[in-house]
């Protein structure tokens, strides 16, 4: 794969690297299924060939439901409104951990939906609007005239145009650069701010009376989405998971991981990392995460080698070492 092709491109192109006869194991794909603590899941889909969406949630509080990222496509925006409307409160906030496209895309129509709700997030999507996803939309749009995207990608690249084109209208309404615990729909919840880390700020939630949090795409399958992180920072930001109390890990891309099962995905990451970082074969770090993370990856070793591959070249030639100082 190309080195430096925007990620909204290389997502959708890692998911056509593996061949297409290749069995994969599509993520399940529940809508607001409960997981106890007044806390719904709706399971981001990963499809071959397509672009993720991230998993996205749904948590109550006396005054009304507060909804944990909004997906990138139709399909998963849809699952949202119905957990919404079958689980009865009015939706008063949204809460994006981060601003990539399969945790955002959703805003303007449930915004739309429902008048009045309010988006957190930090204000790193500022940037990004004018840097990573501008360039991104001219690359995508330039790739899309010269028919270099596969057909089955064409249809997210092209929703992913249309989407930064209203970028403005994925912009929070109340920004949180720096970690606070605040009540959103009246409900407690400590907003962690991790600098440098996936992104240039993420924002994960510790729910203290589940021990849960709630990290976004600090934690993802079936490979860590390295596209705009700063791997130092982000190892940084997982141990501050860890350090948090939480018994229970729900990820940007995923099944719900117990502590336990957070802290080895934890110790896969830094050891891909540190490979990448050294000066062996590229190919042993793939191994070595395809081997330390095979619980979650199932069958689908293809496409997770294909963007292992893609991503340790990343680390290994230094291209995301701007993220770390941005
Ligand atoms: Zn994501």
Redesign the pocket.
């Known amino acids: 794969m190309p080195r430096g092709l925007p990620a909204l491109v290389a997502l959708a192109l890692a998911g056509c690297a593996a061949s297409p006869s290749v069995e994969t194991v599509p993520a399940p794909r529940t809508y607001a299924h409960g997981i106890g603590g007044a806390t719904f899941l709706i399971g981001?889909g990963f499809e071959p060939g397509r672009s993720?969406?991230?998993n996205s949630l749904i948590l109550y509080g006396p005054e009304g439901s507060i909804l944990v990222?909004s997906g990138r496509h139709a399909a998963h925006l849809t699952a949202i409104e119905q957990g919404l409307s079958s689980l009865g409160f009015p939706l008063v906030a949204i809460v994006n951990?981060?601003w990539?496209l399969?945790?955002v895309s959703g805003n303007p129509a449930l915004k739309a939906a429902h008048p009045g709700v309010k988006v957190y997030g930090t204000s790193a999507i500022d940037g990004a609007l004018t840097g990573f996803l501008a360039k991104s939309a001219e690359f995508a749009r330039k790739a899309l005239a010269d028919g270099a995207i596969p057909a089955s990608a064409v249809p997210d690249v092209e929703g992913d145009v249309a989407t930064i084109a209203r970028g403005a209208e994925l912009r929070p309404d109340m920004i949180v650069d720096e970690s606070r615990d605040m009540a959103i729909a009246g409900r407690p919840l400590s907003l962690r701010v991790a600098h440098h880390a996936?992104t240039e700020r993420d924002l994960w939630i510790y729910d203290a009376a589940e021990k849960r949090a709630i990290v976004?795409?600090l934690v993802?399958l079936p490979v860590p989405?390295l596209d705009t992180a700063c791997p130092e920072g982000w190892l940084k930001a997982l141990d501050g998971v860890a350090a948090s109390g939480a018994e229970q890990v729900v990820p940007?891309?995923g099944p719900i991981m117990a502590i336990a099962d957070f802290n080895r995905w934890r110790s896969a990451f830094r050891d891909f990392i540190a490979c990448a970082r050294g000066a062996g074969a590229l190919e042993g770090c793939s191994a070595g995460w395809l081997a330390a993370a095979a619980r979650w990856i199932g069958s689908d070793t293809a496409r997770a080698k294909a963007m292992a591959d893609y991503y340790g070249d990343l680390v290994r030639s230094k291209a995301l070492d701007g993220y770390c100082t941005a």
């Open positions: 981001g993720p969406d991230g990222d951990t981060h990539h399969d945790h996936a976004g795409d993802t989405f940007g891309h």
